[in-house]
């Protein structure tokens, strides 16, 4: 015997109060807001109340069309299409708009001189090769020569000894290794560790500007904003150290044209860097660069907060801000 189906609720009776029939546009959104009320875990209460009532506003101020809506939803399913596990073209649309960066900036505010944060981005692999002190994380060939040396330090000026630091960047072409077809083994890429004295260094490649990818519904919608893809040169690094707070970051060597509109908001005037030009044959090959001549120093000291300061600092920044009060509190 077949077995039938019957169509089924979830299982949550309705309401036990009334609703009017939205018979005015402004009921809809009335009638929504009431049936959010009885949503149990107060966060999702606030963030689905705050959702609405903004994306309603949004509808009512711009008097969306119907087709307006469609083309919206057409590119919002694009969008979720053209994931795959490699390319993250939801999380692109959020880096654009500047959300990556804003719930970033929200969620890692600093003080104190502390090494403030930058987006992730979608190049950062587990597979880096450990690196020792002075060893160089690309292979050769991969770019112009840089050197990248620091510490790594308390808001005390206080060594952070064995913390560990990832750094990814562009080669000279302007791709991450992960976008090469063939790639074999990691590139331009490392793991090393600071030293007792919180000091790292290695050997790197001048980083290149690049786009982000531009073959998507984003990069139509770029297109349509009349926005460029460019990312300014950059150098990616992760630090991580017991007790310290994890800090994602990225340092952007000053003089190239896309630093003031980099298309994903990642930039800000503390990460900025100058690069010394090196020309001494010597002590290019003294630092290990195998053609010698001249390099590029990059020159910077990472300032980590433990995670008591990043706790208390949030907490004092979310309550001048003011959002989270009442029964709102989570
Ligand atoms: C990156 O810097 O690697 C990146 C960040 C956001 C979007 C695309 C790329
Ligand atoms: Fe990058």
Same mark, same amino acid.
């Given at each position: 015997?077949?077995?039938?189906?019957?169509?089924?609720?979830?299982?949550?009776?309705?309401?036990?109060?009334?609703?009017?029939?939205?018979?005015?546009?402004?009921?809809?959104?009335?009638?929504?807001?009431?049936?959010?009320?009885?949503?149990?875990?107060?966060?999702?209460?606030?963030?689905?109340?705050?959702?609405?009532?903004?994306?309603?506003?949004?509808?009512?101020?711009?008097?969306?069309?119907?087709?307006?809506?469609?083309?919206?939803?057409?590119?919002?399913?694009?969008?979720?299409?053209?994931?795959?596990?490699?390319?993250?073209?939801?999380?692109?649309?959020?880096?654009?708009?500047?959300?990556?960066?804003?719930?970033?900036?929200?969620?890692?505010?600093?003080?104190?001189?502390?090494?403030?944060?930058?987006?992730?981005?979608?190049?950062?692999?587990?597979?880096?090769?450990?690196?020792?002190?002075?060893?160089? %994380? +690309?292979?050769?060939?991969? /770019? &112009?020569?840089?050197?990248? #040396?620091?510490?790594? *330090?308390?808001?005390?000026?206080?060594?952070?000894?064995?913390?560990?630091?990832?750094?990814?960047?562009?080669?000279?072409?302007?791709?991450?290794?992960?976008?090469?077809?063939?790639?074999?083994?990691?590139?331009?890429?490392?793991?090393?560790?600071?030293?007792?004295?919180?000091?790292?260094?290695?050997?790197?490649?001048?980083? %290149? +500007?690049?786009?982000?990818? /531009? &073959?998507?519904?984003?990069? #139509?919608?770029?297109? *349509?904003?009349?926005?460029?893809?460019?990312?300014?040169?950059?150098?990616?690094?992760?630090?991580?150290?017991?007790?310290?707070?994890?800090?994602?970051?990225?340092?952007?060597?000053?003089?190239?044209?896309?630093?003031?509109?980099?298309?994903?908001?990642?930039?800000?005037?503390?990460?900025?860097?100058?690069?010394?030009?090196?020309?001494?044959?010597?002590?290019?090959?003294?630092?290990?660069?195998?053609?010698?001549?001249?390099?590029?120093?990059?020159?910077?000291?990472?300032?980590?907060?433990?995670?008591?300061?990043?706790?208390?600092?949030?907490?004092?920044?979310?309550?001048?801000?003011?959002?989270?009060?009442?029964?709102?509190?989570?």
């Amino acid at each position: 015997m077949s077995e039938v189906k019957v169509a089924s609720s979830n299982g949550i009776p309705p309401p036990s109060f009334d609703l009017p029939l939205p018979d005015r546009p402004d009921i809809i959104t009335a009638n929504i807001q009431k049936l959010i009320e009885q949503t149990p875990n107060p966060r999702h209460r606030f963030i689905f109340k705050t959702l609405v009532k903004h994306l309603h506003q949004f509808v009512n101020e711009t008097s969306l069309t119907t087709d307006e809506w469609m083309a919206a939803i057409d590119f919002l399913t694009r969008t979720g299409q053209k994931c795959t596990p490699l390319r993250q073209e939801t999380i692109l649309l959020s880096d654009i708009l500047g959300v990556s960066a804003l719930v970033d900036s929200l969620n890692n505010p600093v003080a104190g001189g502390a090494t403030e944060n930058s987006v992730l981005g979608p190049f950062f692999t587990e597979d880096a090769a450990d690196v020792e002190f002075g060893e160089s %994380i +690309a292979s050769e060939g991969k /770019g &112009d020569y840089m050197y990248v #040396e620091g510490r790594i *330090l308390t808001t005390e000026g206080q060594p952070i000894p064995n913390a560990i630091i990832d750094t990814w960047e562009t080669d000279a072409d302007g791709f991450y290794d992960t976008q090469y077809a063939d790639r074999s083994h990691p590139d331009c890429r490392g793991r090393l560790r600071s030293d007792d004295d919180g000091r790292f260094g290695y050997r790197a490649v001048v980083p %290149i +500007a690049y786009p982000v990818p /531009g &073959d998507g519904p984003v990069g #139509e919608l770029l297109c *349509l904003l009349g926005r460029h893809n460019m990312r300014p040169n950059h150098l990616h690094m992760m630090v991580e150290a017991p007790g310290f707070h994890k800090l994602v970051t990225a340092l952007y060597p000053e003089g190239c044209d896309y630093l003031r509109s980099d298309c994903v908001f990642g930039v800000k005037k503390s990460l900025v860097v100058s690069l010394k030009d090196i020309v001494d044959d010597e002590e290019a090959r003294k630092r290990g660069f195998p053609r010698g001549g001249s390099f590029k120093l990059l020159q910077y000291d990472i300032i980590l907060l433990t995670e008591e300061q990043s706790a208390a600092i949030r907490t004092r920044v979310e309550e001048e801000r003011g959002v989270i009060t009442g029964d709102e509190k989570y």
